[in-house]
């Protein structure tokens, strides 16, 4: 019998599912499992994970196994068994979640101790390219694309940096429009539900579903900020009433 396809996907919203991160994120996993995938969604702020302290124990004196005994230890192994990794965040200031980068910060006892230089890098021994592939679902408050060019550098470099293949990105900026204007972003979220099928049942997501998925829906920002302004005002104004009564 064929091997089930397996996703791991981890979202590191401190909203987990109640957060715009999920909604993104749902929409691939329906299309992956379309596909017949085994998915797994994790919410990375509802695991114990006790912060590397770089205490150095996994690099010398213990190669590869950190001291703490917590999730991390079934994270790890998810992880290893997985076709394809799904890190999903929104961007906070500029970057990753807390509790995301924590759960990477400790995946350093999985690389090995050891470096070698190439291709103008410094990378840890045994990370050449595996058969593994990540892909990135990124969600921001604000409305411009730009907002996503931090994060994903370091992702990418992170990805890179783990040996695994990136398979692809995805971005929704003016996250609040998933809930308040689902219709806008239709043939977005339709597209990641597609790449989430494709990546399954074909390997890879074409270059032209990425761009279908990652298309513009803010036609100005400054417009789209100043319905936030309006949208943030009244409901200030609505929690006044609240506590008045
Ligand atoms: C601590 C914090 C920092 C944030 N920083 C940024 C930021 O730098 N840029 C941005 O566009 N949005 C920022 N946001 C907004 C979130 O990225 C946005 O609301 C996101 O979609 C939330 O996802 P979630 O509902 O899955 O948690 C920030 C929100 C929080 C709570």
Known sequence: ?????????????????????????????????????????????????????????????????????????SIILKMEE???????????????????????ERLRSTLDAFFEFRDKRTYHLKTN???????????????????????????????DNMGVQFAGEFHFPASHLLISDPKLLASQLEAVTMSGKEIVSKGNIRKELLEKANREYIDDPRITLQQMTQMILKRRNTMGEMKCK
């Open 82 to 104: 997985a076709d394809l990794l799904i890190f999903a965040s929104p961007v906070y200031f500029d970057s990753m979640s807390s509790n995301l980068k924590k759960m990477i």
């Open 129 to 159: 390219k595996t058969k593994q592939k990540a892909v990135t679902i990124f969600t921001a408050g604000n409305p411009e694309k730009e907002s996503f060019v931090s994060i994903s550098r370091i992702f990418n470099r992170i990805i």
């Open 1 to 73: 019998m064929k091997k089930a396809y397996k996703i791991l996907a981890m979202n590191g919203s401190h909203r987990s599912e109640k957060g715009f991160t999920e909604i993104v994120l749902q929409k691939f996993i329906t299309g992956a499992k379309s596909a017949g995938a085994q998915c797994e969604v994790l919410h990375v702020s509802k695991k114990k994970i006790i912060a590397c302290e770089s205490c150095g124990k996994c690099l010398f004196e213990t190669p590869g196994v950190c001291k703490y005994k917590d999730d991390m230890e």
